[in-house]
T-cell receptor, first 111, second 114 residues
């Protein structure tokens, strides 16, 4: 069956531009997570959606970051006015209960 | 920070040897999970051990959990070159505002030489 997909796989943008990253979770998974991973580092939690509950946004590093999950399925992570320190791999995961299933990630490079 | 820590940060062994990675965590957990990551992309779930379990096996993987010490270990037996990857532990919080969140460690980079 289809796994978690993310698009684009790579994104190069100029400093100050806005970017949108997309995540298509596995159908039926109620939970969706966004993480950020800088080179050689662990995963940094960004935001967590669970069903119809209010999302846990406590990991978002600044108000330039926001995320939506429409219809309990597809999610979009938006970064406004990108900065060079935003360069990282952005990973999305969905979960039916406890184990998380990760997408391949979007590698964002801000020049 | 509520993130855990793995040690060692890097491990280099020969094929056929066993690889042991350790993980410590800080929160009260529902379960602890181990993931594998190749080439800095998506993580793959390997094994989950619940807080009331002490040991679990899956193929060549053996995981232990000591909740009194807030630690876990992952043992890969008879390692293969294809096991080369980064391995992360992740603890699932079981209460409070962090319910449902996974806290990842920084990972252990395992290299298995043929």
């Amino acid at each position: 069956g289809a796994g978690v997909s993310q698009s684009p796989s790579n994104k190069v943008t100029e400093k100050g531009k806005d970017v949108e990253l997309r995540c298509d979770p596995i159908s039926g998974h109620t939970a969706l997570y966004w993480y950020r991973q800088s080179l050689g580092q662990g995963l940094e939690f960004l935001i967590y959606f669970q069903g119809n509950s209010a999302p846990d946004k406590s990991g978002l590093p600044s108000d330039r970051f926001s995320a939506e999950r429409t219809g309990g399925s597809v999610s979009t992570l938006t970064i406004q006015r990108t900065q060079q320190e935003d360069s990282a791999v952005y990973l999305c995961a969905s979960s039916p209960d406890r184990a998380q299933y990760f997408g391949p990630g979007t590698r964002l490079t801000v020049t | 920070s509520q993130q855990g820590e793995e040690d060692p940060q890097a491990l280099s062994i020969q094929e056929g040897e066993n690889a042991t990675m350790n993980c410590s965590y800080k929160t009260s957990i529902n379960n602890l999970q181990w993931y594998r990551q190749n080439s800095g992309r998506g993580l793959v779930h390997l094994i989950l051990i619940r807080s009331n379990e002490r040991e679990k096996h899956s193929g060549r993987l053996r995981v232990t959990l000591d909740t009194s010490k807030k630690s876990s270990s992952l043992l890969i037996t008879a390692s293969r070159a294809a096991d080369t990857a980064s391995y992360f532990c992740a603890s699932l919080a079981d209460r409070g505002s962090t319910l449902g969140r996974l806290y990842f460690g920084r990972g252990t980079q395992l290299t298995v030489w043929p």
